[in-house]
């Protein structure tokens, strides 16, 4: 008798996930709103909190997702990557934990990918090499670890941001990054990351904003840095970087921002940082 009660309620858990939306089609329960599966297909919801129902895998037909700066907690449930059609996904500034399931990393339709701000551990997988249709990638502000995956050069088509920013991630900067030749903003403050700058660094010639600072880099500034000529923002400081100040940053005369304080740089200031007129003293965020 126990085994058959078991079993009803179990079976009426189930039918209970599962509704009829305001079009009169099938749809799925979430936080208490009826969506339809078959033509939900744009989903952005303020004010919630709890964690993140598995039955969001049902809306296969959503190509946008947007639950940003709510208080959801618990993992990202590996159902979302049932949502193939997804070309947006923000869950930023939520009290996510748990690793980024890997689930994600199939979802090769996405342009923007946002899970910035939240508590998300573990690394960041080669997978990550999947989504070549990223054009705005942001994972800044958690607590990722291990090193920077070399198939992250496989995201040609980044074009607006990268920001791997605020986390805990080892190792070096790897030259593959040099394949996005097409990015704009660059960010890899606030890590742990070592080794040198690779030169390769050099090819992001569409680069406006490239942010280094508070890691543990060390070797010399590049020369190629001198091809970056659309920089506003230059910050390589809090690291430990050595040798003279290549005249080649001269080239950068668009610079606003430039700052190198808080390395182990010697020699004289080069008389090419005299081409920089557009320098101000403004310290205005940017991450």
Do not use: H
Not at 251 to 277: A, M, W
């Amino acid at each position: 008798m126990i085994r058959y009660v078991t079993m009803l309620l179990l079976i009426g858990l189930a039918w209970g996930q599962n509704c009829t939306a305001d079009d009169g089609t099938e749809g799925v329960e979430l936080w208490g709103e009826c969506y339809s599966i078959e033509n939900t297909d744009t989903l952005q919801l303020y004010n919630l909190t709890g964690s993140i129902p598995p039955e969001i895998g049902n809306l296969t037909s959503l190509t946008y997702l947007s639950l940003y700066e709510n208080q959801i907690t618990g993992e990202i449930p590996p159902e979302i990557g049932n949502l193939t059609n997804l070309t947006y996904l923000s869950l930023y500034e939520n009290q996510l934990t748990g690793s980024i399931p890997p689930e994600i990393w199939t979802l090769t339709n996405l342009t923007y990918l946002i899970l910035k701000s939240n508590q998300l551990t573990g690394s960041i997988p080669p997978e990550i090499g999947n989504l070549t249709n990223l054009t705005y990638l942001d994972l800044k502000s958690n607590q990722l670890t291990g090193s920077i995956p070399p198939e992250i050069g496989n995201l040609t088509n980044l074009t607006t941001y990268l920001s791997l920013s605020s986390n805990q991630l080892t190792g070096s900067i790897p030259p593959e990054i040099g394949n996005l030749t097409n990015l704009t903003f660059l960010s890899l403050y606030g890590n742990e990351l070592t080794g040198s700058i690779p030169p390769e660094i050099g090819n992001l010639t569409n680069l406006t904003v490239l942010i280094l600072k508070s890691n543990q880099l060390t070797g010399s500034i590049p020369p190629e840095i001198g091809n970056l000529t659309n920089l506003t923002y230059l910050k390589l400081s809090e690291n430990q970087l050595s040798g003279s100040i290549p005249s080649e940053i001269g080239n950068l005369t668009n610079l606003t921002v430039l700052i190198l304080k808080s390395n182990q740089l010697t020699g004289s200031i080069p008389s090419e940082i005299g081409n920089l007129t557009n320098l101000t003293d403004g310290m205005e965020p940017v991450s």
